[in-house]
């Protein structure tokens, strides 16, 4: 990682607005003003929130990679809401079987995009480190930010004037497209970055009491729709 020294991964035009990022948490709100000067950032299956809202299509989606290939239930529903799907950006995290493998495993659930990157380890450390200040190994599942948190801090990176997370509670189980109740991993990583970048600054917000009790953030708008 020092060697390379490997830069965040970004996008271009950088963002110019307040960017909504959508976790797939059983509980989660639209912002009651939300309009088209919004980006909106989706996370592995978390699509099926904001179709459900008529959003069509995503500005971005991060996907783990193991969502791609995996057998487990949770992967297996996510290609399944997915499936003839669309989105603008799609960032595949971790993915290690080059671009055409990619694309053709993409192709087997019809999930099209404008552009594909894969985002790999040291890329994303990087992202870590240029936001929140901390060199994390990201050793094990439990000393790693969740891909929502990763969202977040790729959209302040990014120039988001503020970002808005729903869906996105650490402290909650369970996932809106199933109804596995599967735990969550990344609980106290979660919560601590997202107090750091409070701590920092940062403009993060959320639409989800429950979340704002929890951990601190603020309520945008202090409204939201139910």
């Known amino acids: 990682y020092l060697i390379r020294r ?37 996370i592995n299956g978390s699509q099926a929130v904001t179709k459900a809202w008529g959003i069509d299509s995503p500005h971005i989606t991060l996907m783990q990679h193991n969502q791609l290939n995996g057998t487990n239930t949770n992967a297996v529903d996510v290609r399944r809401v997915l499936c003839d799907q669309k989105t603008g950006t799609l960032y595949v995290l971790l993915w290690r079987k080059g671009k055409r493998r990619l694309e053709r495993r993409l192709k087997t659930f019809n999930y099209t995009y404008e552009n594909v990157q894969i985002v790999n380890r040291y890329e994303r450390m990087a992202l870590l480190e240029k936001v929140s200040g901390l060199k994390m190994l990201e050793l094990d599942k439990n000393s790693k930010c969740s891909n929502g948190v990763i969202a977040v801090l790729f959209a302040l990176h990014n120039g988001a004037t503020a970002v808005i997370i729903t869906g996105i509670n650490p402290n909650s189980g369970g996932h809106i497209y199933n109804d596995a109740n599967l735990s969550r991993f990344h609980v106290k990583t979660d919560s601590e970055m997202l107090k750091r970048l409070l701590a920092k600054g940062y403009p993060v917000f959320t639409t989800d009491t429950d979340v704002s009790i929890a951990i601190g953030i603020p309520l945008w708008n202090s409204k939201i729709i139910q």
């Open 6 to 42: 490997p830069k965040p991964p970004t996008i271009s035009p950088p963002f110019k607005g307040p960017v909504l990022v959508v976790g797939s948490a059983p509980v989660s709100h639209m912002p009651v003003d939300f309009d088209e000067t919004f980006r909106v950032i989706t």
